[in-house]
T-cell receptor
Framework: AQSVTQPDIHITVSEGASLELRCNYS??????LFWYVQSPGQGLQLLLK??????LVQGIKGFEAEFKRSQSSFNLRKPSVHWSDAAEYFC?????????????FGTGTRLTIIP | DAGVIQSPRHEVTEMGQEVTLRCKPI?????LFWYRQTMMRGLELLIY????????DSGMPEDRFSAKMPNASFSTLKIQPSEPRDSAVYFC????????????FGSGTRLTVV
C-alpha cells in the first residue's frame, strides 16, 4: 500500500529565508508525486507534480521539489519565502499507472512566516 | 472553467437531520472524489467515482453516509441522520482519466452538526 510521511507538523521561518518541507513516500514502483497548498478556508491547490524525467520539478509561486528515489523523498523548497506563503502544505503520492487515480495524502505541514 | 463547485459553503444543522452536500466537477473530468478534513484525522478519502461508478467506498464511515453520481456533472454526499462527530470540512475533487495530473479541489463545505 502507498503511504506518505510528512515528519514536520509545524515549521516557522522568517520572511525572506529559505524553506524546505520534507516528504517521504512508500510505494512499490515509480510513483506520481504531488505537493498541494491549502490556505485558510480554502481548498487544496496543486503546486507541482512529478511523473518521470528530470527529478527537479518547478511549480507555481516559485516552489520547486526534488525527487530522490534512493531516499524515497520528494522535498519541497523555496529560496525566499513571502508572508503570503503561510499555509498548510500537503504531499501526496499516486500510483504510476493510468486507470487508478487514488491519491494518498500526508498529514500536512503548517507553515508560519514571521516578519 | 469555473473549477469544482461545491454547495453549500457552510451548513449548520441539528443532530438527527439529513444533510446533503453537492458537487459539480470540472467538465471533462471523469473521476470524482469526496474527502473529509478534520483536525484530528486530517484528509480522509470517503469515496471515489470513475465514470459515475463508485470504485472505492471503503472510507465511508458508516451506513449513515451515502454518495451518488447520477451523471458526469453532479454528485451528492448525504448524511442521514447527522451526528456532531460528522462536523468537518467536506471536499470534492475531480480529475480526468489520467489521474496523474492531480486533482482539482473545490472550496469545500464546512458542516457543523449541533
Amino acid at each position: 500500500a502507498q503511504s506518505v510521511t510528512q515528519p514536520d507538523i509545524h515549521i516557522t521561518v522568517s520572511e525572506g529565508a529559505s524553506l524546505e518541507l520534507r516528504c517521504n513516500y512508500s510505494y512499490g514502483a515509480t510513483p506520481y508525486l504531488f505537493w498541494y497548498v491549502q490556505s485558510p478556508g480554502q481548498g487544496l491547490q496543486l503546486l507541482l507534480k512529478y511523473f518521470s524525467g528530470d527529478t527537479l520539478v518547478q511549480g507555481i509561486k516559485g516552489f520547486e521539489a526534488e525527487f530522490k528515489r534512493s531516499q524515497s523523498s520528494f522535498n519541497l523548497r523555496k529560496p525566499s519565502v513571502h508572508w503570503s506563503d503561510a499555509a498548510e502544505y500537503f504531499c501526496a503520492v499516486g500510483p504510476g499507472n493510468f486507470g487508478n487515480e487514488k491519491l494518498t495524502f500526508g498529514t500536512g505541514t503548517r507553515l508560519t512566516i514571521i516578519p | 472553467d469555473a473549477g469544482v463547485i461545491q454547495s453549500p459553503r457552510h451548513e449548520v444543522t441539528e443532530m438527527g437531520q439529513e444533510v446533503t452536500l453537492r458537487c459539480k466537477p470540472i467538465s471533462g473530468h471523469n473521476s470524482l472524489f469526496w474527502y473529509r478534513q478534520t483536525m484530528m484525522r486530517g484528509l480522509e478519502l470517503l469515496i471515489y467515482f470513475n465514470n459515475n461508478v463508485p470504485i472505492d467506498d471503503s472510507g465511508m464511515p458508516e451506513d449513515r453516509f451515502s454518495a451518488k453520481m447520477p451523471n458526469a456533472s453532479f454528485s451528492t454526499l448525504k448524511i442521514q441522520p447527522s451526528e456532531p462527530r460528522d462536523s468537518a470540512v467536506y471536499f470534492c475533487a475531480s480529475t480526468n482519466i489520467r489521474g496523474a495530473y492531480g486533482y482539482t479541489f473545490g472550496s469545500g463545505t464546512r458542516l457543523t452538526v449541533v
